[in-house]
């Protein structure tokens, strides 16, 4: 055989080989791990190494040939370019579907629902039930000076400016992080038309917020809200004492569930029976309701409120006319 000839004979060989390998990788790529269905969540540590993942995925059964899933890969040139967090997979889908799945970071988001008027306490704790950060780190954080005023805020604490929402967090996301997330969903609600509205009504941010959360503590009834914000900005202008239960509450370490005479004589930052103005800042997280209560309260001269004990209140103009209320609804007499 002519020199030339062997040279193409040679040429010929490698070509089919290269195309038979190349065809046995495209078949092994877009064809599915397995036959079952069988949901795997897989937690990818940032910083991890392409190998350490790789035998990750081989011991959940995601991957059943690495070499191959090793070639795949190279050849995409995306073995740098795995991303790091918390994935659902499923045994059926393909190696290149999985990897496709790893490149992109399409990650697993835990829905995480913060109701209106939940407190920091309280938040940290929903974080911590599912499962994202630990209450105590979360609660460092949210009582981070630095960090608050880092954000452009008053106080010295988060309280007040966590937006209750629902959220979607990854697993391993920080304290910090959540905290921002939550801060600038509060500014995008908080709009600089409010912000115009609270100096024009003689507020800082800060005071709306810490009156929102009252307001947000006091009633549950959307209605109710623009009434009890013009109770209570009634008083102040007239300098008495807001007398507000839920800012008592807020004062007392470990409360019981046990409002007492003692409590309401005992003076703490927080206790309106006892202060003149404002508590020093939110005793909650309130919601965008309670927010446009303050700014646009109701155009009502009412200077007092009772629980009728139905989740609703009777509002009063004079103190004679509440106490009448007090004793038909907490004292049960006419």
């Known amino acids: 055989m002519k020199p030339a000839n062997i040279i193409l004979f040679v040429a010929l060989l490698v070509f089919l080989a290269a195309a038979g390998a190349g065809f046995m990788l495209y078949q092994y790529a877009v064809t599915p791990t397995s036959a079952t269905n069988t949901t795997i969540v897989v937690w990818i540590k940032p910083g991890q190494g392409f190998s350490e993942t790789v035998t990750q995925l081989q011991k959940v059964g995601l991957v059943r040939h690495p070499t191959k899933f090793r ?25 290149w579907t999985i990897l496709d799945t790893l490149v992109r970071g399409e990650i697993l988001l835990h829905k995480v629902v913060i109701p209106e008027g939940a407190t920091l306490v309280q938040i940290a704790r929903i974080l911590e039930t599912a499962g994202l950060v630990s209450r105590d780190a979360f609660l460092r954080a949210a009582c981070d000076r630095g960090l608050v005023k880092a954000l452009g805020l008053e106080g010295n604490t988060f309280e007040g400016y966590l937006f209750p929402e629902t959220y979607y967090f990854p697993k391993g996301v920080t304290p910090k992080q959540v905290i921002r997330k939550m801060v600038a969903h509060f500014r995008s609600v908080f709009t600089p038309a409010w ?12 005071q709306v917020v810490t009156l929102a959360s009252i307001v947000e503590k006091e009633t549950a009834k959307p209605e109710e809200r623009p009434l009890i914000s013009a109770v209570f900005l009634n008083r102040l202008k007239r300098r008495m004492r807001l007398e507000s239960d839920p800012t008592v509450i807020y004062g007392i370490k470990d409360f019981d569930g046990n409002l007492t005479r003692k409590d309401l004589q005992t003076v703490t930052p927080y206790n309106t029976y006892q202060i003149m103005g404002l508590p020093p800042g939110p005793i ?51």
């Open 284 to 334: 909650a997280n309130p919601g965008r309701a309670s927010i446009e209560a303050v700014l646009y309260p109701s155009d009502q001269p009412y200077l007092y409120f009772v629980s009728r004990n139905d989740g609703s209140h009777h509002f009063s103009r004079t103190l004679r006319e509440h106490n009448r209320m007090v004793r038909r609804y907490q004292h049960r007499r006419p």
């Open 195 to 206: 912000t115009k509205r609270a100096r024009a009504i003689g507020l800082t941010t800060h």
């Open 71 to 95: 070639w795949l890969v190279r050849l995409r040139g995306d073995d740098r370019r795995i991303q790091a967090g918390e994935y659902v997979l499923q045994t059926s889908m393909s190696p």
